[in-house]
């Protein structure tokens, strides 16, 4: 069974504070995702990665970065936090192809207050 | 870009009753469509998927959903729900020479016991 793990269920920060938020997949895939989830919006992707070391901008990816230097590992980075990143950040995960009938397997999220 | 458009934000229903959950989407070309579901406190989980072949799809726990190609739709459906129904659902579409997927807002369903 496919386990992605988030390394926070709650985070609380201060406006400006460099914010880094941890996800880790079991299952060797290749794929992995940012989303942030907000009332009414839905799940929005803000970075995505193919591979070590890849990544592509998803629909929101202003004042985030992201880092991926194992494929196991990828990192979401709040260079500077402001109240409006206050969210739920999801992470997830799939293998690779394109038309590939895999789906994206999802972390339990993590809610990033910032104050 | 594709979009994706849930009508309905929150949804009412007493047990028993039979839901149907729309879910439109505007892309040009061939995709890939899901419903996922998001029980509180737990993370999402895939419900159903159509790749290709027969519109109508059947997922987990009862529901089904159909790929009606020319209203661009793909509507949830369950004949009579449950109280353990309540969740959120969000309706997904991916290009199918893609990874990316595009969610629709989701929509909040309570079921009254």
């Known amino acids: 069974d496919v386990k992605v793990t988030q390394s926070s269920r709650y985070l609380v920060k201060r406006t400006g504070e460099k914010v880094f938020l941890e996800c880790v997949q079991d299952m060797d895939h290749e794929n992995m995702f940012w989303y942030r989830q907000d009332p009414g919006l839905g799940l929005r992707l803000i970075y995505f990665s193919y591979d070590v070391k890849m990544k592509e901008k998803g629909d929101i990816p202003e004042g985030y970065s992201v880092s991926r230097e194992k494929k196991e590992r990828f990192s979401l980075i709040l260079e500077s936090a402001s109240t409006n990143q206050t969210s739920m950040y999801l992470c997830a995960s799939s293998l690779r192809g394109e038309g590939s009938n895999q789906p994206q397997h999802f972390g339990d999220g993590t809610r990033l207050s910032i104050l | 870009a594709q979009s994706v458009s849930q009508h309905n934000h929150h949804v009412i229903l007493s047990e028993a009753a039979s839901l149907e959950l729309g879910c439109n989407y505007s892309y040009g070309g061939t995709v890939n469509l899901f419903w996922y579901v998001q029980y509180p406190g737990q993370h999402l989980q895939l419900l159903l998927k159509?790749?290709?072949?027969?519109?109508l799809v059947k997922g987990i726990k009862g529901f089904e959903a159909e790929f009606i190609k020319s209203k661009f739709s793909f509507n949830l459906r369950k004949p009579s729900v449950q109280w353990s129904d309540t969740a959120e659902y969000f309706c997904?579409?991916?290009?199918?020479?893609?990874?990316?997927?595009?969610f629709g807002g989701g929509t909040r369903l309570m079921v009254k016991p």
């Open positions: 997904a579409v991916r290009p199918n020479a893609g990874n990316m997927l595009t």
């Open positions: 159509y790749f290709s072949g027969d519109p």
